[in-house]
């Protein structure tokens, strides 16, 4: 498979434990975040989005947490599984003023899960 | 099956043979885009297009073109690869307000 980073940022999290992944972003006008979840060999696949105007939203077994003060966006995997080892990117799409439709990336973390 | 279809997956070639990686999506989204994804530097975008015959640049566009001709395909285009372009590529769509993306399994390219 495609490996997508020899050099990530990983965190090792005992299976049954909850996981935090955080992220810093960079545009105070973008206006809309997004997490993804790549696994060895795959396209990244959407996790879970929070617009701006919150601060928090939760899925199923995840919760994203936005700081618009100190700029910062947090993902929580609960009850982490096996399954859940992969690398996760945070992004950020850029506000009216920097083109609505532009993504920024971070640099993702490697999530291991021990059993 | 609601797939991105990038091909090919591995391309191998030399500085300077032009080259064309297609992109094809059949959910009818507007909205496509290109990225590459280099160790350490995560996934940045190439150029997007919001529709039929509108492009974009994003944050790395120097040295790639593309082309919307039709809804479904996204080529990505390099006139004259450099080794710097060595890289994994990945087209995406998306389509709505959230504008959701969806990937495709990526092109390994390498430039000699």
Redesign the interface.
Known sequence: G???????PTLSVQEGDNSIINCAYSNSASD?F?WYKQES??????II?IRSNMDKRQGQRVTVLLNKTVKHLSLQIAATQPGDSAVY?C?E?GGPTS?T????????TRLKVLA | EAQVTQNPRYLITVTGKKLTVTCSQNMNHEYMSWYRQDPGLGLRQIYYSMNVEVTDKGDVPEGYKVSRKEKRNFPLILESPSPNQTSLYFCASGQGAKNIQYFGAGTRLSVL
């Open positions: 495609e490996s997508v980073g020899l050099h990530l809309y997004i060999g795959k396209g990244p696949q959407f989005d990117f992004a799409r083109g439709y532009k993504y920024i990336f971070g640099t993702g």
